[in-house]
Each structure stands twice: as C-alpha cells, then as structure tokens.
C-alpha cells in the first residue's frame, strides 16, 4: 500500500521533470504543510479537501434538542453563563510543555499562522452549516490528532467571540491532559456517562476555552460512546456554557469502532492523516466508511515534508 509521502514524492517529482510547465502558484490538490526545514513543526495544513468533499444535510440530532448556534460576543453572555465560565478551575499550560509538544496555537502570532488558517476555515465551513461539533481522527494512530486539537483550540480560544469545549474522546489511550500538563484527576468519560456534571471534570484556559480531560483510560469506551447518556450530556454542556464549537480528540479509525460509534453524535470529522504512516488505501476506506454516516469537513495531512514554497510554515 502506498503511503502518502511517496505519493506526494512521485508527483512532485513528475512535475518538475515535465518541461516548460510552469507549477501553479498553489496546488489545491497538494495540502500545506511544513518545508522540508520544518518537517519537524506541526504542520496543521488547511484542510485540503474541503472543497472537493460535497457536505451532506448534517445528520438528525441523536439526543436531547440542541441549542441553537449563537455568535454572541463572549462580553454579552448572559451573567449565568459567564459564571458557570468563571467557577471552572483555571488552567494557564507552561509554554516550554507547549512548544516542546507542537501546540503553536497557543502563543499565537506569526509562527501560528498555519494554525490560524486552519481554524478559519474550518469556522468558515462550519458556520455555513450551522454546524458546532468536530470531531478529529485518522486511520492510525500519532497522526497527529492530539496536537491539531490542541493548536485549533487554542487559535479557538483567541476568539472573544468564541467558546470553545475540547473533549478527550480517545479513550482507550487518551492524551490531552499529558500533552497540556493538566494535573487534576479529571475524568470526562463521567460526564459523558451522565454521572457527573461537566464542571468537575473540566479545566479552563482564559475566558473561553475548556478542557475535558481523562486522567488514565476508560474501561467501557464502546458502552459510553453508544451510551444514552453521551446526547444529554453534551447537549446540556452545550447549553450551560453557551458553547460555539465542541471539539472532540477520537481514537483513531482502525482500532476500534468508537469513531463510527459517536458519528452520529457530531456535525462533521476532521480526517488526518500521517504523510509517512498513513496508507492511501486506509484513508480512502475511512473517508468513505466516515461520508456514509456524517460530513467530511476535510483531510489534513500532516506530518508532511514537501510543499510548495510559500505555504504554511515556509511563508514565514
Ligand atoms: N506536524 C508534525 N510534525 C512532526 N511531529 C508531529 C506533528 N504533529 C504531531 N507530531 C508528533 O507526533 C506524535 C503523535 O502526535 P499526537 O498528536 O499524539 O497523535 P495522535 O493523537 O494522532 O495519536 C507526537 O510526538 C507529536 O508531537
Ligand atoms: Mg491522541
């Protein structure tokens, strides 16, 4: 099975042997990511196939019915809501953990622009459809999911106007609260349960993002993510702290059946993939096996060693 570097490899290498044609200034068939100097820097690209993967009508809500999208500004929530925001436990990461982990969303600024790309779009996509909930995964697994979940929500949480909830979904190896260097003994896999409200398992950074973390793994994935208490659960988090996108860090596709099990539970997947782990004929299986029970917002490969000049992190 071919894996996507050497395709992308092989492409490249045709397009410069063919003489006289000029190489277009951005090819949208081939995803942003980090130069060759940067293979090492997350490489969270644009979702690249936003474009070409037609959206379906977002899929009948499961459970309890949800609140309608509001794009408040976070200054004029009701007081409540601010409150339930404010009694959260405040969490600020070390930034040495952040930069040694790849989270360049979360001091900003010029070297997490990428990152900010990405979550324009995705914003853009979303709110199109009115859609709130993304759920990140991949065919296999240190594809990079954590790490894009953590950069989105960080460049997330530099919106005022944005509340953002990421939730550790993968919950037979969960990895949120190690990347963040969250210490409590949070476990979200309780609230998805219906056993325990959201503000115990929850940690927040700034005025409006939050973290739902697992300290250790879950037993019973498979039974929470089919649970009939998963629906309520979110739909009242959504509700409590007027939420504007939840984002949901799943376990990768081959290993479990989770990621189809909470399908219908989100508005859309997020699919990465490893350009050197990652085989084409995998991600083309998830891809279709994920269109078949949800909208496919995009593909973002990561981890990949050859771009055009002039994207991503070689803009800069
Ligand atoms: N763009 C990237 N370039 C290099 N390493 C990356 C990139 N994205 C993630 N990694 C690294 O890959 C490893 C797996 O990432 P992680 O986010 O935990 O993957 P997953 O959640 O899909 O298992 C981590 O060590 C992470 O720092
Ligand atoms: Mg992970």
Redesign the pocket.
Known sequence: MERIQMALEKARAKRTGSAGTKPAAHDPAEPA??TAAN??????AAPSQTAATPARTPPAPPDAPRPAASSANVAEIAPEIRARWEALPAFTPKPALMAS??IIGYAGGRDAGPVDMMRTRILQEMRKNGWRRLAVT?PN????????CLNLAFSLGRQANQRTVLADL?MR?P?LAR?LGLQPPHRFAQVIAGKAPARDHMARYGTNLAFGTLDAPARNPAELLQGAEIGPALAQIETDYAVTMMVF?MP?MMMSDDMMAFAPHVDCVLL?AGAETTALDDLDRCERELAGVTNVLGVVL??CRYMEPGYGYGYY
């Open positions: 990511g980090p293979a090492d820097a997350p490489a969270p982990n790849r991949s697994p240190g594809c990079g999911k954590t790490t894009t993968d190896r990895g990347m860090d990768p990465l990561n981890k």
